[in-house]
């Protein structure tokens, strides 16, 4: 399948865009919900039997069957987890669907630049909810990066790429064996220099590893792993050579625990979840953008003048007199009242002479 717009796949799927070229947005016609269908291509097998078309039909049912399955195990109606759909195979690609509420993506999210320590809690909380729900089905998501992580319009965060990643790990041991250095080429290919990837372990703890990866690139905007290559990678999360978690501020602590290597010193999804709750309980309260503006705004223009001790004053704790002159002394009397209090004075003088004139004449 690689049409456009209109195009139905599966019979069901109505495409509605198409962002990447193994990728699109669509209509499921059945429900009317909006769904992300994520394609991987499947190349030929090379085998020795007499029916390679055959081979390639039955690796793709044991793909498509293996989804299925992760898809069937996965809570349902979880708040913080993306449904999927299910899969099927069209052509020679493998396309897995998954709900698609409207929002966008951390990844997206990021493009502007580091979210503040407090915003990434939010959204790692959400996210480690997520995944106790999985971790509680017997699930591992593997797949949890900033481009299967969902913002919806609420500012809320919801955790999809389940079926996605489940599928790039089934073609990588089809294609490559259960182990070994070819299953690592393969995915290496399929999975790229992605640094949330590829945990030292698997299971739950390599799922919370990777919640460390994300949220330290969340608050900096950056992986704490070179990502110029795989191999780079790779040796980088062995040897334990990474960014220090300092530079994650307030999260610092809980990215520090989330990256040890040795997997029973980490946190579980329940315990992190419970901690960025009591962090964000005693967040401080939003800077009010607005009253700032104002504040400085109003700031006076001249520059501010130390205080003195006053000749025959009373000392340096008195202190010089606000206002728009910067600490000049503000005059008594207004500057349009001095003419009319002048006119009235001399006319108060005229009368007084008159009334003197008349008393010493009488």
Known sequence: MRGGPGQLAAGRYRLTDRPEPLCAYAVDERTGESVLLRALE????????QDPEGAAAAQADRLVRRVAAVGSAAPTGHPRLLRGVGA??????????????????????LVAGPLP??????????LAGALRALHGAGL????????????????????GGLLAGVAQEALAEELGGPGGRRRYDVRAVLVGPVAERWP??????????????LLHRLVTGRSPYPEGGVPELVTAVRDGRREHSAVCGPLGPLVERLLQPDPVRRPTAEEVRRELAELLAGAPEP?????????????????LVPLRRRRGGRGAGDSVSGGSGGGVK???????????LLVGAVFVLLALGI????LFAG
């Open 42 to 49: 499947l190349p030929g097998l090379l085998t020795t039997g």
């Open 88 to 109: 099927f195979v069209e052509g020679e690609l493998l396309w897995t669907v998954e709900e698609r509420p409207a929002g966008g993506t951390a990844a997206e999210l």
């Open 117 to 126: 320590p407090y915003r990434a809690a939010e959204l790692a909380a959400d």
């Open 140 to 159: 591992t998501h593997g797949n949890l990066t900033a481009e299967s992580v969902l913002v919806c319009e609420d500012g809320a965060a919801m955790l």
């Open 200 to 213: 030292l372990d698997g299971g739950p703890a390599g799922d919370c590893w990777a919640l460390g990866v």
């Open 287 to 303: 800077v009010d953008e607005e009253r700032v503006a104002r504040a400085v705004t109003l700031k006076p223009e001249a520059p």
């Open 330 to 340: 503000p005059p008594r009397i207004p500057p349009s009242l001095v003419g009319p």
């Open 355 to 358: 009334a003197a004139v008349v």
